[in-house]
């Protein structure tokens, strides 16, 4: 059974299309978070979501747009896509403070 | 502020011999500390954390890793490297003194080589 799964795994897509990534997790945890993964493979926290609320949204463009309908779910909607924001968007939850985070497969973004 | 840092980019090892893999953090509490793998194509997969107790942790595959307050510091290490073990290694800090679930912080990344 798959903790935290992405859907799709990869999105080609051309600048100025809109584009939505979903996330499901079935550990039970309360917390949710996006993170991107740059072309060096450097991880930077997008947004974090605790029971539905959003709790964190570290100087993201407003064209992404998270979305949390339950606390098992958060999607990442992006409106008018640039040649900058392809990447690798990873999913992840965590529970308690002290517990790691578990990460999905991520979404290979390509803007072309 | 949080923050890793992982000051190599590439950790080189023969299959056998032992490895280490660097990370030094900046919190203002106390840390909480992980180590994650990442294979190609692949998401991150937890490897070890250090909460509090024993400043040497073990964790998945053989890793472990050893907490050194003084010199703010979480090194992974393994005894006998394998092939298998290449891959790109994250270290992550999440600060105590933070109140709630915030988002681990992640340093830059070392890939590690085993070369048999």
């Known amino acids: 059974d798959t903790a935290v799964s992405q859907t799709p795994k990869y999105l080609v897509t051309q600048m100025g299309n809109d584009k939505s990534i979903k996330c499901e997790q079935n550990?039970?945890?309360?917390?949710m978070y996006w993170y991107k993964q740059d072309s060096k493979k450097f991880l930077k926290i997008m947004f974090s979501y605790n029971n539905k609320e959003l709790i964190i949204n570290e100087t993201v463009p407003n064209r992404f747009s998270p979305k949390s309908p339950d606390k098992a779910h958060l999607n990442l909607h992006i409106n008018s896509l640039e040649l900058g924001d392809s990447a690798v968007y990873f999913c992840a939850s965590s529970q308690a403070e002290a517990g790691p985070a578990f990460f999905g497969q991520g979404t290979r973004l390509t803007v072309v | 502020a949080q923050s890793v840092a992982q000051p190599e980019d590439q950790v080189n090892v023969a299959e056998g011999n032992p490895l280490t893999v660097k990370c030094t953090y900046s919190?203002?509490?106390?840390?909480?500390l992980f180590w994650y793998v990442q294979y190609p194509n692949r998401g991150l997969q937890f490897l070890l954390k250090y909460i509090t107790g024993d400043n040497l942790v073990k964790g998945s595959y053989g890793f472990e890793a050893e907490f050194n307050k003084s010199q703010t510091s979480f090194h992974l290490k393994k005894p006998s490297a394998l092939v298998s073990d290449s891959a790109l290694y994250f270290c992550?800090?999440?600060?105590?003194?933070?109140?709630?679930?915030?988002?681990?912080?992640f340093g830059k990344g070392t890939r590690l080589s085993v070369i048999a």
């Open positions: 550990l039970g945890h309360d917390t």
């Open positions: 919190v203002s509490g106390n840390p909480y």
């Open positions: 992550a800090v999440r600060d105590r003194a933070r109140s709630g679930n915030t988002p681990l912080v």
